[in-house]
């Protein structure tokens, strides 16, 4: 069973959320990748709602409901008591979320720690949680709206400007510290553990405490800085480079590729060798899948080294593998039938089911080359591309299955 991967997740919560305000999308996205890397996979179910979706809602279990003259009402269980405009997801400030098993296959909908981390992450992005909720707490429901209810909505009031901003990192001063949790301080735990300084009471738990300071400070002192038990921009520094400057050496002479994504589409796999490519001079790619691969590396440590540094640095999904990265042309199969009309489709599909490949009409193998050796069923090899051109038409032409039987016995191994 594999891992569900961050883009799947992400994908599905795009779809789920609808237009909710840019700033909600892009700060659930990140807690979603930030979770993603502590290995918690989150999904949104839903985001915005327009009032006519609300009124449809609120409709359910109150078959007479009407709103603005129109009958919304129907049979079942009542699931909110918010009529349209009475939510904030009616204004695209809201989104509900679930947690998904390690496949992305199932929903999972307990309030266990991994929900709570969740909860934490968005909070410290500004989100406000529905579990905090006295009267009716609603656990899924993560809101921007800072102290705003749906009745400043409703009023016309919006959520400040500084809540909305997204360009801006919201709790990174750049100075991590003793007292400070969440993410940010995981990473720097992780680095520390990393780089030999380790954290054997609590580990990594994005909590800077006694043992994390410690560890800081050995480290400073280790590296010539000022031991002040501070992660400043010196001391980050100094850390990122004691780990991008210490790649293990190989202990193996095979050749191993990195390859992660896929990207939504081209340009995203193109951004991403961008962002790459201030770091490392790699040879980077891009597959037909849109995933971005690396050229070699000699060592499965030196690889993984690598790909884990991809994973912190970027949170993308990155594998690796001893496979060298196939190219569209090396894809192109050996063999392939052309067919020259649609009577001939019987005939072309059993020879191609005896060769293992496709059937192409005439019409795409002039226009693209679709293997190297065509066999053409019936017709002639006017302006088809191919290394190869077999003719089975005229009197070589193929009418029954023992033809073609008789034929690929007679000619092709
Ligand atoms: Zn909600």
Do not use: C
Not at 141 to 151: A, M, P, V
Not at 190 to 197: A, S, T, V
Not at 246 to 261: F, H, L, Q, R, V
Not at 285 to 290: F, G, Q, Y
């Amino acid at each position: 069973m594999s891992r569900v991967r961050l883009q799947e997740l992400k994908n599905r919560s795009i779809r789920a959320m609808g237009k909710v305000h840019k700033a909600v999308k892009e700060k659930i996205l990140d807690v979603q990748r930030q979770a993603y890397d502590e290995g918690i996979q989150m999904q949104i179910s839903s985001g915005f709602r327009s009032f006519e979706e609300q009124a449809q809602l609120y409709g359910k279990g109150r078959p007479s409901y009407k709103w603005h003259g129109k009958h919304y009402g129907s049979s079942g269980k009542i699931v909110t008591n918010a009529e349209p405009g009475e939510s904030v997801h009616n204004y695209g400030f809201a989104v509900d979320f679930f947690l998904t098993s390690y496949d992305g296959q199932d929903s999972i909908w307990n309030v266990n720690d991994d929900w709570m981390r969740v909860v934490e992450l968005a909070k410290h992005k500004g989100f406000t949680w529905g579990g905090d909720w006295t009267s009716f707490p609603d656990r899924p429901h993560l809101q921007l709206t800072g102290s705003l209810t749906w009745k400043d909505l409703q009023k016309g009031k919006r959520p400040s400007k500084s809540l909305l901003e997204v360009d801006v990192p919201v709790p990174d001063d750049g100075i991590l510290e003793e007292g400070e949790t969440g993410y940010q301080i995981k990473k720097l735990q992780q680095m520390l553990i990393k780089l030999g300084y380790a954290l054997p009471k609590y580990g990594a738990d994005g909590d800077f405490g006694e043992k994390t300071l410690n560890a800081l400070k050995a480290f400073q002192k280790d590296h010539h800085l000022e031991v002040d038990g501070v992660a400043g921009p010196k001391t980050r520094d100094a850390l990122e480079e004691a780990l991008s400057l210490k790649p293990p050496k190989p202990e193996d002479k095979n050749y191993w590729y990195i390859y992660t994504g896929p990207f939504e589409n081209h340009q995203d796999a193109q951004a991403a060798i961008k962002k790459i490519k201030k770091y490392k001079g790699w040879i980077l790619d891009i597959n037909h899948e849109n995933r971005v691969m690396t050229g070699h590396f000699i060592g499965k440590n030196v690889v993984e080294f690598y790909a884990e540094w991809l994973r912190n640095e970027f949170g993308w999904t990155v594998y690796v593998s001893d496979h060298k990265p196939v190219k569209e042309e090396d894809e192109m199969p050996e063999v392939a039938v052309v067919i020259n009309s649609a009577a001939d489709y019987g005939v072309g599909e059993m020879l191609a089911n005896r060769l293992e490949t496709g059937v192409y009409t005439r019409y795409v193998a002039k226009k693209v080359q679709v293997a190297d050796h065509l066999y053409v069923v019936g017709g002639d090899k006017e302006g088809l591309k191919a290394g190869k051109i077999t003719l089975l038409s005229g009197k070589s032409r193929l009418k029954t299955a023992s033809e073609v039987d008789d034929y690929l016995e007679k000619h092709y191994n």
